[in-house]
């Protein structure tokens, strides 16, 4: 079966960041996106649980996005700027899908 590359853009992020990075994304603009919520944790800070956490300010969600090359060289730098004075991670990864027209 023939495969074909594409980027896999995952961002995780505080939820009041979320919007901000969905707007990049649908401006970019890219055909869809998946957010979930994160549970739990363990970063340069320690370890977190969601269950301890009241309100959205330190909750935290993973938005991954499949899209061309093209379109992540586009986003990256957006969602950077959007991201930069908030906590978050970027990671970019290389993917091969089944489906083109799909992304």
């Given at each position: 079966?023939?495969?074909?590359?594409?980027?896999?853009?995952?961002?995780?992020?505080?939820?009041?960041?979320?919007?901000?990075?969905?707007?990049?994304l649908?401006?970019?603009?890219?055909?869809?996106?998946?957010?979930?919520?994160?549970?739990?944790?363990?970063g340069?800070?320690?370890?977190?649980?969601?269950?301890?956490?009241?309100?959205?300010?330190g909750?935290?969600v993973?938005?991954?996005?499949?899209?061309?090359?093209e379109?992540?060289?586009?986003?990256?730098?957006?969602i950077?700027?959007?991201l930069?004075?908030?906590?978050?991670?970027?990671?970019?990864?290389?993917?091969?899908?089944?489906?083109?027209?799909?992304?």
């Amino acid at each position: 079966m023939k495969t074909h590359a594409k980027k896999q853009m995952t961002v995780i992020c505080e939820m009041p960041v979320m919007h901000r990075i969905t707007r990049v994304l649908d401006k970019v603009p890219v055909t869809g996106y998946t957010v979930f919520p994160a549970l739990s944790g363990r970063g340069s800070e320690g370890t977190w649980d969601r269950d301890r956490i009241i309100g959205d300010a330190g909750r935290m969600v993973m938005i991954v996005s499949v899209m061309s090359v093209e379109q992540a060289d586009v986003a990256i730098d957006r969602i950077y700027e959007a991201l930069e004075p908030q906590m978050g991670i970027i990671t970019v990864a290389d993917v091969d899908v089944l489906r083109p027209e799909r992304f």
